[in-house]
């Protein structure tokens, strides 16, 4: 059993199954991975992928021909990236870049036609002035007329009061290497409206055929929650002029409780 650990910053079950849980959370199919796919058709590249994690959206635009760099602050979640290249031909392995940082603060000396945070990765920003800092690093990164995609939950009430309970059910993945059960339990710790606040203990448990516990690994999730007319003001100020706002991937409208997926231009 590992220490409890901030989440995605240490090697272990967390991050060895996330695109199995991502995949399981975006059922059916990876309708995340395809709308970024149709907006950089769109928009161009290069592309800045933020919160890149496993490079679970970063490889698929390098295989559509887009030259995609991923930025983020674990290096366990990095490593995975990296060694998907082995499953790639060479021209797709030379478009795509992992590079360890803080979307908070860096500078790439290079310009993007398109900045992507996908997979709620901005909300792991747990202040106001980190949140700005991160807005003004992108659109320093971004060439004029180009555009940032962020997604981000759209908080419900009911969940955001003191002591509410978490609703997900409980999660069972199989862990690609293993092929063992992983069961994932989320036990909300912390809820606070004042900053906006939830924090959630996560315990992975690696099973064996016997029935076994093998493994366990407890990580801490700490994530800010932030209203859809906030986010707007938030990214009026920091420069951006908004033109498109979705509660799902099929581009429907918004829509409480759902997400809030944003598409802002750099004028």
Same mark, same amino acid.
């Given at each position: 059993m590992t220490d409890d650990t901030p989440f995605y910053q240490a090697d272990g079950l967390n991050v060895e199954t996330f695109d199995e849980l991502t995949a399981q959370d975006f059922a059916p199919g990876d309708k995340d991975v395809a709308f970024y796919l149709r907006q950089a058709r769109r928009f161009g590249g290069p592309v800045l992928d933020l919160g890149a994690g496993t490079g679970r959206v970063a490889w698929p635009l390098a295989e559509a021909g887009f030259d995609v760099v991923g930025l983020d602050l674990s290096e366990a979640m990095l490593r995975r990236a990296a060694a998907k290249g082995d499953r790639h031909a060479p021209d797709v392995r030379e478009r795509v870049r992992f590079l360890p940082g803080n979307m908070a603060d860096f500078d790439l000396e290079?310009?993007?036609?398109?900045?992507?945070?996908?997979?709620?990765?901005?909300?792991? &920003? &747990?202040?106001?002035?980190?949140?700005?800092?991160?807005?003004?690093?992108?659109?320093?990164?971004?060439?004029?007329?180009?555009?940032?995609?962020?997604?981000?939950?759209?908080?419900? &009430?009911?969940?955001?009061?003191?002591?509410?309970?978490?609703?997900?059910?409980k999660p069972t993945v199989c862990h690609p290497v293993s092929g063992n059960k992983v069961e994932i339990e989320f036990t909300r710790l912390r809820t606070d409206p004042l900053q906006q606040l939830l924090v959630e203990r996560w315990r992975f448990q690696e099973i064996d055929d016997a029935g076994k516990v093998i493994r366990e690994d407890i990580d801490h999730l700490a994530l800010r929650w932030t209203y859809r007319h906030e986010m707007?003001?938030?990214?009026?100020?920091?420069?951006?002029?908004?033109?498109?706002?979705?509660?799902?991937?099929?581009?429907?409208?918004?829509?409480?409780?759902?997400?809030? &997926?944003?598409?802002?231009?750099?004028?």
């Open positions: 290079q310009q993007f036609a398109l900045v992507i945070i996908a997979f709620r990765s901005f909300q792991a &920003l &747990l202040s106001p002035e980190d949140q700005r800092r991160c807005l003004n690093c992108i659109h320093r990164h971004l060439k004029p007329g180009g555009r940032l995609i962020l997604d981000l939950f759209d908080p419900r &009430l009911d969940l955001c009061v003191p002591d509410a309970k978490n609703p997900c059910d707007r003001y938030l990214l009026e100020l920091t420069g951006f002029q908004i033109e498109a706002e979705y509660s799902d991937y099929d581009e429907s409208p918004p829509a409480y409780g759902r997400e809030q &997926l944003w598409v802002v231009r750099k004028p």
